[in-house]
């Protein structure tokens, strides 16, 4: 018991286990209890902090003499404990936040959130460690991009009352227990406390305030502090955004630097309200109306006149940033879509925007225009395969346009792509922009500073090497890549300058090609590349087919390196919100195959017309109509899909592709889908004989595979599930594992069987999967069968790339690199047309293994297969070698070893490393 108290005590202590512990205790106990998250004290410290803080907020707060004792948890000096609920009840002394409250007190119900007191004090000793944070590896949070102030009360010690998401309240206590918690104008967080906050309390400051609301602030007044002290959150704060699980601050939050910054500001802005208006001006604020606070998309945390240079400002920054005539620039973030507030405790949010800058990524790419529009696009195009496009707008910045002021002030990421020398102006632009805490990715241009030097190397340039990239995990990863010609050399002291060296060539040279260079005291820094990192294996500079090879196997890899670049400078490079699943849809190539499925349906659905199942429940209808509501774990399935018409599957080129006699002919289609797998499952066991269903999908959001293993189903992929019928006592039904074998096969059939097709290096790999050459598998299969009476019924799941190229490799990109190296134009494949041929394949390879038994494919199986030959080791890497010898009458892989001789292997829980070449065997 001792010794796994101890591993359970070394598990927590060293693998961060304590945030899953705050999280998962926060998420059940925090609608009855109260949870502080505080420093412990020194004994001497404890007596002057009691006379500090004076009549505290409760007395659970101020007594911390027993917090040791009685801490749930401890870390360092921090410390995180349970109490009692804290009721907040009296807010006579705070003062409102401006509109805050409304924000809060007009939002859903609240059983989600939860509303706390900070308390902070002044401090250099933090803000100084903040800045050392921001340039290491660690996030710095900042508070006010993750809960919505409502009251403060100004003083020694500030506190302020907010209100967050259960998890993002969860962010800001892990993030105190870190030490990374940042707050502005150099205060320290130094105690974080939930509380019950009582609504009639806050409608009450709230009614308070409106009745005070036409007497000016006398200056010197504790309003007039509070506001010094507390950020002013200037922008935009869209409905569904203000209890998002990302921010629950604003967009565009700008903070105060300091209290004679605000109160110089305020008197700019009272003598410019003083001011005669010029006509827009009064249309502008006439069109807007006296309570356009609450009548828009979004709530204003500032004046009217804040608000209307604010969005005018932020309009023309963004349109100075942009190559194209934005003729209707939005005034909010709405467009990007609303966001679940039902997160993983583990995961993190999915936009961490800790500059409140809007989420413009600007891409510069130099003054030639026969280039830059076309770099811009195959920049663009790497983005918007590694960052949430759905979180961040990118934009070209033109030369004319750097330098005009807006630009730097509303953009999160500067991506410098330009492979000309920087001009001087330009550069220092730059710089000034970094000194404001901007980021900047550079990807092989002459963009640099201290630290560093560029040096050319022209046996570098336009050739592949072998790159080691470090992460912020300390971990490697090894890639080929091309590299540009140039290479950084270290500066003087670069170590006190904080340069840190993080991917070098493994040439003798060990040169240095990507490297991060923080810039200033507020959090600026870059990091620069000297490898082509946004040029793709199948881009033209590629003309070569072993480069092509290198870098297509070192293509996720490539991927892997820019999205911890982009991680790094702070954007969100985790995937979108998953889509919910699609209707579906009744398609057939035949009008009688159309009615004989609607009659057997008729018999099968319930008396609300529903197919139950106990995966996915299907409800027979004959249209969509607007506004249907089906409940969970039902789709409605369309029969009468008058007008068809879907990217993802062309109809009539499936029709004339499927040449089979039953396989297939009876398509239940959707846009988007968990698994297709889940599609069939409840009607496989009932289908007339003369049946042959297949479900395929556009998308699929939960793709399995063999083993559980999950299988990412982008667009672009042929992905099916085929139902497939064998007779038990048929030679098929006798060897049933062969079936993957056969699906594999049909899927590298259909392609090399077109004529002109027939040297596309496309193979099968033992058991189950598709591979380029034996270099990338490229697709998969996964079978599984259930028996009823004399019959297997099988559900055959496959997915293969047809059109998208990243991260990996697929079908059309086989056959553009085919016609560079043999001067042809085969053309690009659909998945439609691969689908339908794939399965009439797979019917006549099933029909030859019934006549003829396993001699009947095993041939053309070994043609198209990447094994023969091959030598792999048994069980380890220090197993004894085998020889791969072909497959038994059961369809599992024999090996031959001079130690057992012929070894049979198992495609269940085997595998087959084909890096390695090693296999993990099971004896039969």
């Known amino acids: 018991m001792l010794i796994t108290l101890c591993y359970v005590y070394l598990w927590v202590r060293f693998q961060r286990c304590y945030t899953l512990v705050i999280r998962s205790t926060v998420h059940r106990l925090h609608a009855s209890s109260s949870f502080t998250f505080c420093t412990a004290l020194k004994p001497g410290q404890l007596q002057k902090e009691k006379q500090r803080h004076g009549q505290s907020f409760s007395k659970h707060i101020t007594s911390p003499s027993n917090l040791e004792e009685t801490a749930c948890l401890q870390l360092g000096n921090k410390l995180l404990y349970i109490t009692d609920s804290q009721p907040c009840e009296d807010l006579s002394k705070w003062t409102l936040l401006q509109e805050t409250p409304l924000i809060y007190l007009e939002s859903t119900p609240r059983r989600e959130r939860v509303a706390f007191v900070l308390e902070?004090?002044?401090?250099?000793?933090?803000?100084?460690?903040?800045?050392?944070?921001?340039?290491?590896?660690?996030?710095?949070?900042?508070?006010?991009?993750?809960?919505?102030?409502?009251?403060?009360?100004?003083?020694?010690?500030?506190?302020?009352?907010?209100?967050?998401?259960?998890?993002?309240?969860?962010?800001?206590?892990?993030?105190?227990?870190?030490?990374?918690?940042?707050?502005?104008?150099?205060?320290?967080?130094?105690?974080?406390?939930?509380?019950?906050?009582?609504?009639?309390?806050?409608?009450?400051?709230?009614?308070?305030?409106?009745?005070?609301?036409?007497?000016?602030?006398?200056?010197?007044?504790?309003?007039?502090?509070?506001?010094?002290?507390?950020?002013?959150?200037?922008?935009?704060?869209?409905?569904?955004?203000?209890?998002?699980?990302?921010?629950?601050?604003?967009?565009?939050a700008k903070t105060v630097q300091g209290l004679q910054k605000d109160r110089s500001s305020d008197k700019a802005q009272e003598e410019n309200a003083n001011q005669p208006q010029s006509t827009d001006q009064k249309e502008n604020q006439a069109s807007l109306g006296g309570n356009h606070h609450r009548d828009g998309h979004h709530l204003h945390l500032s004046s009217c006149h804040e608000c209307l240079e604010l969005e005018n400002s932020t309009i023309e920054s963004v349109k100075f940033a942009s190559a194209e005539n934005i003729h209707n620039l939005p005034d909010d973030y709405s467009g990007f879509g609303n966001r679940s507030e039902d997160e993983s405790c583990t995961g993190q949010s999915r936009r961490v925007n800790v500059s409140g800058k809007p989420p413009n990524v600007l891409v510069y790419t130099g003054s030639d225009p026969s280039r830059f529009q076309t770099k811009y696009q195959q920049v663009k195009t790497i983005l918007a395969e590694c960052i949430d496009m759905d979180s961040y707008i990118v934009y070209h910045l033109l030369e004319e346009q750097v330098l005009k002021d807006p630009w730097a002030e509303n953009s999160l990421l500067l991506v410098f792509a330009s492979e000309e020398p920087v001009p001087e102006k330009f550069h220092k632009l730059f710089l000034n922009y970094l000194s404001k805490g901007g980021k900047i990715l550079g990807l092989s241009s002459f963009f640099c500073f201290s630290g560093v030097n560029l040096a050319p190397k022209e046996a570098l340039k336009n050739k592949i090497h072998k790159l080691c990239f470090t992460k912020t995990d300390h971990t490697d990863i090894e890639l080929d890549v091309l590299t540009s010609g140039m290479v950084y050399e270290k500066v003087g002291a670069s170590r006190d300058s904080g340069v840190e060296f993080w991917g070098q060539l493994g040439n003798k040279d060990k040169d240095m090609v990507i490297v991060r260079l923080p810039y200033g005291d507020n959090g600026g820094e870059a990091i620069l590349s000297q490898v082509l990192l946004d040029t793709s294996p199948d881009s033209q500079e590629i003309q070569d087919p072993e480069d092509f090879n290198m870098l297509k196997v070192s293509n996720a890899r490539r991927y892997e390196v820019l999205t911890e670049i982009l991680s790094a400078l702070g954007l969100s490079c985790e995937l979108s919100n998953v889509p919910p699943p699609s209707p579906l849809y009744l398609l057939t190539t035949t009008e009688s195959s159309r009615?004989?499925?609607?009659?057997?349906?008729?018999?099968?659905?319930?008396?609300?017309?529903?197919?139950?199942?106990?995966?996915?429940?299907?409800?027979?209808?004959?249209?969509?109509?607007?506004?249907?509501?089906?409940?969970?774990?039902?789709?409605?399935?369309?029969?009468?899909?008058?007008?068809?018409?879907?990217?993802?599957?062309?109809?009539?080129?499936?029709?004339?592709?499927?040449?089979?006699?039953?396989?297939?002919?009876?398509?239940?289609?959707?846009?988007?889908?968990?698994?297709?797998?889940?599609?069939?499952?409840?009607?496989?066991?009932?289908?007339?004989?003369?049946?042959?269903?297949?479900?395929?999908?556009?998308?699929?959001?939960?793709?399995?595979?063999?083993?559980?293993?999950?299988?990412?189903?982008?667009?672009?992929?042929?992905?099916?599930?085929?139902?497939?019928?064998?007779?038990?006592?048929?030679?098929?039904?006798?060897?049933?594992?062969?079936?993957?074998?056969?699906?594999?096969?049909?899927?590298?059939?259909?392609?090399?069987?077109?004529?002109?097709?027939?040297?596309?290096?496309?193979?099968?790999?033992?058991?189950?999967?598709?591979?380029?050459?034996?270099?990338?598998?490229?697709?998969?299969?996964?079978?599984?069968?259930?028996?009823?009476?004399?019959?297997?019924?099988?559900?055959?799941?496959?997915?293969?790339?047809?059109?998208?190229?990243?991260?990996?490799?697929?079908?059309?990109?086989?056959?553009?690199?085919y016609n560079k190296e043999n001067g042809s134009a085969l053309k690009a494949l659909s998945t439609a047309q691969l689908i339908g041929r794939s399965v009439t394949v797979l019917e006549r390879l099933i029909d030859a293994f019934q006549e003829k038994g396993a001699p009947g494919v095993l041939p053309l199986y070994y043609k198209r297969w990447v094994h023969s030959g091959t030598r792999v080791r048994l069980w380890s890497e220090q197993g004894p070698q085998a020889c791969i010898v072909g497959l038994d009458d059961c369809g599992f892989l024999q090996v031959e070893s001079e130690e057992q001789g012929i070894v049979s292997v198992q495609p269940d829980g085997n595998s087959f490393d084909m890096l390695r070449n090693l296999i993990v065997t099971k004896q039969r």
Request: proline share 5%; charged share 20%.
């Open 120 to 252: 902070a004090a002044s401090g250099q000793e933090q803000e100084t460690a903040l800045h050392k944070l921001s340039a290491s590896s660690k996030k710095i949070l900042k508070w006010s991009d993750y809960c919505l102030p409502l009251a403060c009360i100004s003083g020694d010690p500030f506190k302020l009352i907010a209100d967050a998401s259960v998890d993002n309240f969860c962010r800001l206590g892990v993030a105190f227990m870190e030490d990374r918690l940042q707050m502005d104008n150099g205060m320290v967080p130094e105690k974080i406390v939930s509380v019950l906050l009582e609504e009639s309390a806050l409608k009450k400051l709230v009614e308070n305030t409106k009745m005070d609301g036409e007497k000016s602030p006398v200056p010197g007044t504790q309003t007039e502090q509070a506001e010094a002290e507390i950020p002013k959150l200037k922008g935009t704060v869209s409905d569904n955004e203000s209890g998002d699980n990302r921010q629950d601050g604003p967009q565009l």
């Open 595 to 817: 009615l004989s499925f609607l009659e057997w349906l008729s018999t099968a659905v319930d008396t609300e017309g529903i197919l139950r199942s106990a995966k996915v429940s299907l409800k027979a209808v004959s249209a969509l109509q607007p506004g249907m509501e089906l409940m969970e774990g039902i789709l409605p399935l369309v029969t009468q899909p008058l007008g068809f018409s879907s990217e993802q599957l062309d109809l009539q080129t499936y029709s004339r592709s499927l040449q089979s006699r039953i396989l297939g002919q009876i398509v239940l289609f959707a846009e988007v889908t968990p698994t297709t797998m889940d599609l069939l499952d409840g009607m496989m066991l009932q289908l007339p004989q003369e049946m042959g269903l297949i479900a395929i999908a556009g998308r699929q959001t939960q793709g399995k595979g063999r083993g559980g293993n999950a299988w990412l189903s982008p667009l672009g992929s042929a992905l099916f599930t085929l139902h497939v019928r064998v007779p038990v006592q048929s030679p098929l039904g006798q060897r049933i594992p062969f079936l993957q074998h056969l699906v594999a096969l049909a899927v590298v059939e259909a392609v090399r069987t077109l004529p002109g097709y027939q040297d596309i290096d496309l193979r099968v790999k033992w058991p189950n999967d598709i591979y380029y050459s034996a270099l990338m598998k490229l697709g998969g299969v996964l079978v599984t069968s259930t028996l009823m009476g004399n019959t297997f019924h099988a559900l055959v799941g496959c997915g293969f790339n047809v059109s998208n190229s990243n991260p990996t490799v697929c079908i059309n990109d086989l056959i553009v690199q």
